[in-house]
């Protein structure tokens, strides 16, 4: 069975959570005895638990232990699979004597002393760690009055029972703990190495189906989970089995890392030697040599979304569609723009700001026919309006929709669980509106400069505070998207963020952003070549996922395989 793991690492590893997957397998086989083989000449573990009864009826006679209550027959507990030979199961209680620990009251200093004896809470706890230090120490009052017993011994085995349900550590020092941990000695037979790296398995996945209240193991629950034991020798032979194992996935884990570290800074400089240089050869040599690798280079939906990301920056650099010397130069349609804006200012009463913007240090690496132009010198960028205070959403339906920054996706705005206000405040709120001709962009909060075109059917819709909008005048909407999509815009709106409790970009900064603009006959012409470039980037992703989703099936076979 272990020949079946080895033999598939790379199929196994290579899928979502792969190695994690992988080291629940390593333990789902060990625990039903399938790690290791049996050996017939190694006691049984029925004699174990002979042993393991005379010694609890020894340590209640010399008081060492309490009287155990009642337990549960383990022949009337429901088990999930069957034992090999010489395996046996049992509860808890038979397999280890376990304590709840106990928290002093928080509000009495008395209790608690920063130079006194450690006392562990489960983020005290690393899963599978050893704990040396704690946030907090008790007091020998505590350890008198509470306690009332000694420290637990340092390399006592923790779990916690309690809201995280199944956590283990072993104690490095002598401590107490508090009421969601129990301390666990094993019985003699029973290794403590095993009981390690079974119990969050057993705990969790409850041997027992309704074991788990909740988020919490009460003491009825944890009395009857069961525990598989396995002869002695053969519960050493699968803790060394299972910390090679365990040291091999570490190994992968490690490789798969700089593997993708390396992936991601190869991708990356060689996206950067298209949008970097400015000579037409070099840049032709650079894209054949892309292309002569690009299956396998873009092999990851990180490295096509940054490919995607060139796409945009080569677009508005105007290195993505060749330029057309009969094309109507930009200068043209930016005045054209300018005489636009004046009256839309004069309809609507905007006023004009004269804006502060220096564009000579890059205007020499425009192409042809092109022009550099802040925002704010050819379109108005205006916010959205927030609900007044003590007005609500309407419950039901209305014809009129208030766009929230939530709704708005990646993909543009998401038509599901839309919200509607009724007709006054419509008539309130009417300056605050955004047409399917307009860019809306996300200003404040952890999405700033998240960007999309509003569809025709929320034409008119009135827009948040958390937002603004960009109109577009007389660029083509689906150009000057690409355009502030691209990290040429992006890059600028982060340099202008206001640093608060919450991250905020202002209107006025936006105005200022400044962006390349083509000729409107190359817009079309680049927007028409990025939706066909971004469709078959779309479409490697699909194909990426179906293999994905190809080899968890593969994997999914051979796990069923291996556990059956």
């Not at 009969?326 to 930016?334: F, I, M, Y």
């Not at 690409?482 to 640093?499: H, L, P």
């Amino acid at each position: 069975m272990t020949a079946l793991i080895t033999d598939n690492l790379p199929l196994l590893a290579g899928t979502p959570n792969g190695i994690k997957k992988l080291r629940e397998l390593i333990l789902e086989l060990a625990v039903r005895g399938k790690l290791v083989p049996q050996d017939p000449s190694d006691e049984p573990a029925s004699e174990l638990l002979k042993r393991i009864t005379e010694e609890k009826t020894r340590l209640v006679a010399e008081g060492k232990i309490k009287k155990p209550k009642s337990l549960p027959d383990v022949e009337t507990l429901e088990k999930l699979y069957d034992l090999p030979a010489g395996w046996e199961w049992t509860t808890l209680p038979g397999a280890a004597s376990y304590q709840i620990g106990k928290t002093p009251p928080t509000k009495e200093a008395k209790y608690w002393d920063d130079s006194g004896l450690p006392w562990v809470s489960i983020s005290d706890m690393e899963h599978y760690g050893e704990i040396t230090q704690t946030s907090r120490r008790v007091s020998e009052v505590a350890s008198k009055d509470i306690f009332k017993y000694q420290p637990i011994p340092a390399g006592t085995l923790l779990m916690s029972f309690k809201l995280t349900v199944g956590k283990v550590a072993i104690l490095g020092i002598d401590a107490y703990h508090n009421e969601a941990i129990i301390s666990l000695s094993p019985y003699n037979g029973v290794s403590k190495e095993y009981l390690f790296r079974f119990l969050p398995s057993i705990a969790l996945g409850g041997q027992q189906k309704n074991a788990l209240m909740g988020n919490t193991l009460n003491s009825e629950s944890m009395a009857q989970l069961l525990i598989p034991i396995p002869p002695l020798a053969e519960q050493q032979r699968i803790v060394a089995k299972i910390d090679e194992l365990m040291a091999l996935c570490d190994r992968l884990e490690a490789q798969q890392a700089d593997a993708e570290s390396a992936h991601a800074q190869l991708v990356q400089a060689l996206l950067d030697s298209l949008t970097q240089t400015s000579d037409a050869t070099d840049f032709a040599a650079n894209w054949q040599r892309l292309a002569e690798h690009f299956h396998t280079l873009f092999t990851t939906k990180p490295s096509i979304d940054a490919f995607k990301q060139t796409l945009l920056r080569l677009a508005v650099m105007g290195k993505l569609v060749p330029q057309d010397p009969n094309d109507e130069p930009a200068s043209e349609l930016l005045k054209r723009a300018k005489i636009k804006k004046k009256v839309i200012a004069d309809k609507w009463g905007y006023r004009e700001k004269k804006l502060e913007v220096s564009t000579t240090e890059i205007r020499s690496a425009l192409p042809q026919g092109w022009e550099l132009s802040a925002l704010g010198e050819f379109s108005f960028v205006k916010g959205g309006k927030r609900i007044p205070k003590g007005r609500d959403f309407c419950q039901v339906k209305t014809p009129y929709v208030y766009l929230r920054v939530t709704d708005m996706k990646e993909h543009g705005i998401t038509l599901d669980g839309l919200r509607y206000i009724d007709e006054s405040l419509h008539k309130e709120l009417a300056r605050y509106t955004i047409s399917s001709q307009d860019i809306y962009v996300v200003i404040v909060g952890a999405t700033i400069g998240k960007c999309g075109i509003v569809p025709v059917e929320l034409d008119g819709a009135h827009l948040t505070e958390n937002a603004a909008k960009i109109m577009c005048g007389e660029l083509l909407k689906e150009y000057l998207l690409i355009s502030v999509k691209s990290s040429y815009i992006q890059d600028q709106f982060m340099e202008k963020i206001f640093q608060q409790a919450q991250p905020k970009l202002a209107l006025e900064r936006i105005e200022t952003t400044v962006l390349p603009i083509p000729p409107i006959a190359e817009q079309h012409r680049i927007v028409a070549k990025v939706d066909q470039l971004m469709a078959l980037c779309d479409q490697l992703k699909t194909r990426l996922t179906q293999a994905r989703q190809l080899n968890e099936q593969l994997a999914s076979t051979l796990v069923q395989q291996a556990v059956a």
